[in-house]
């Protein structure tokens, strides 16, 4: 599924926010149910599929919408690389900071380059 954003999500000069990749033009979402016979050979099935439609938009990708990440995150071979596609560097570093600043004890631990 293809969504056309409009220009009031692309804020050029706008100050830098915790939402990625707002100057995207489309957001693709590729959505795979699981079945209930084998939901871990389902998984592993679906994340191929997905990494082969990513690679397909390469070329046009920004990242990946962090409200869409959906299920667990934390086990995936890729995680790293998933948590930083979420957010460009500039924002990835404004949050770590705040999460320093507020976060020291680590407690809301959800992303996986956290640490």
């Known amino acids: 599924m293809s969504t056309r954003l409009g220009a009031d ?3 050029s000069g706008a100050p ?8 995207a033009r489309f957001a693709l979402r590729v959505l795979s149910p699981l079945g209930d016979v084998d939901p871990e050979g389902d998984l592993a099935t679906v994340r191929k599929v997905h990494a082969e439609v990513l690679a397909a938009v390469e070329p046009w990708r920004l990242g990946r919408n962090v409200n869409f990440l959906l299920g667990e995150q934390q086990g995936r071979a890729d995680a790293a690389e998933v948590a930083r596609s979420t957010h460009g560097a500039a924002a990835r570093a404004r949050l770590a ?3 320093a600043a507020h976060d020291p004890e680590n407690v809301f631990c959800f992303h996986p380059y956290e640490g």
């Open 9 to 11: 999500r692309r804020c």
């Open 16 to 23: 830098l926010r915790a939402v990625g990749h707002r100057d």
């Open 97 to 99: 900071d705040l999460k």
